[in-house]
């Protein structure tokens, strides 16, 4: 099965495990897995290190520091499979509803890609479930 893992759930893969349901442990260490993040979500780790979002002594990180020029040896080492987006993606994203509620655009676009490319998406963010409606596959990493 693929999966694809939100910005959130490559951070406590990475600094936090203990923030990852079992399920989500589960399916992340699931053999027969391929897991997978958007080009977004590596972009948006990249800029939470770069403006301190993620450094040492940070609450529930445990003092565990990752830095910028680490994330993209860190990803490989994982295995995880880093997905670009395409015009398929933009045409999933251009028809997306927008909700009330949840105007994130890089988000949507995150949402957009496991939509077009009918992968589950991984998730601590709630909202994403509104797009369950829509043809996203969520799963909920309860914390």
Known sequence: MKLYLDTNILVFSFL???ELSIEVKELMEGYANILQTSI????ELIHL???GKLEEGKKKRRNVMLR?????ERIEDV???IVPVSKRHLSVYASLPLMDDHKDPVDR???????ADRTALISSDRKFSKYKDVGLDFIYNER
Not at 40 to 43: F, K, Y
Not at 68 to 72: H, R
């Open 49 to 51: 290190c770069q403006i």
């Open 68 to 72: 910028p020029e680490e994330i993209l």
């Open 109 to 115: 676009l995150i949402i957009a890609q496991a939509i």
């Open 79 to 81: 295995g995880i499979e």
């Open 40 to 43: 977004l979500c590596v972009h």
């Open 16 to 18: 936090n495990r203990e």
